[in-house]
């Protein structure tokens, strides 16, 4: 069975840029995000579900380390114990500490690609970073070497 993720905006801009946001719903139940990532996204598809928070103040309290679209993700992510994708150290590092599950892009991408929606991650690691997405050489490196490319 799929579950549902919490996204903030890195990772939808990301994948939209080299065309392939169709990793989001073969790999997930629901995609959601919260109304600040929805306005930095901008973007609108079928599978991609927008959700307030049902308290501001884990948000608000949060905004003082990560921007306000990480902050709502994270935020959302507490509230309904959902995994949370999110590139950004200090994110990631907020969430971690309030004990929400992470996953990145490139975690995304081998999780597509040990499950077969994808065959090979190499090129889209090569699209991304063509579209200004940074990822350091050592996690490029790990990740082909998980994706045994």
Same mark, same amino acid.
Do not use: Y
């Given at each position: 069975?799929?579950?549902?993720? *919490? %996204? @903030? ?8 840029r ?5 990793? $989001?719903? !073969? ?9 600040e ?6 973007? %609108? ?5 927008v &959700?307030s928070? +049902? ?14 679209? &990480?902050?709502?993700?994270i935020a959302? =992510?507490? &509230? +309904?114990?959902c ?11 907020? =969430? +971690?500490?309030?004990?929400?599950n ?5 975690? *995304? $991408?081998?999780? !597509? ?5 994808? %065959?090979?991650?190499?090129?889209? $690691?090569?699209? $991304? @970073?063509?579209? @200004?997405?940074? *990822?350091?050489? !050592?996690?490029?490196?790990e =990740?082909?070497r998980? =994706?045994?490319?």
């Amino acid at each position: 069975m799929k579950e549902s993720v *919490i %996204s @903030d905006s890195t990772c939808l801009i990301g994948l939209e840029r080299v065309g392939r946001l169709d990793i $989001l719903p !073969a790999l997930f139940d629901s995609v959601i995000i919260p109304p600040e990532v929805g306005r930095e996204f901008g973007g %609108s598809f079928e599978w991609l579900k927008v &959700e307030s928070l +049902k308290n501001n103040l884990l948000s608000a309290a949060l905004e003082m380390v990560v921007d306000a679209g &990480e902050a709502e993700a994270i935020a959302l =992510a507490s &509230e +309904k114990d959902c995994l949370l994708i999110t590139d950004d150290k200090q994110a990631r590092a907020a =969430a +971690k500490r309030l004990g929400v599950n992470i996953i990145g892009t490139v975690g *995304i $991408l081998i999780r !597509a690609k040990q499950n077969g929606s994808l %065959s090979e991650i190499k090129t889209i $690691l090569d699209a $991304l @970073d063509a579209n @200004d997405f940074r *990822i350091s050489h !050592a996690l490029r490196e790990e =990740a082909l070497r998980i =994706a045994r490319e």
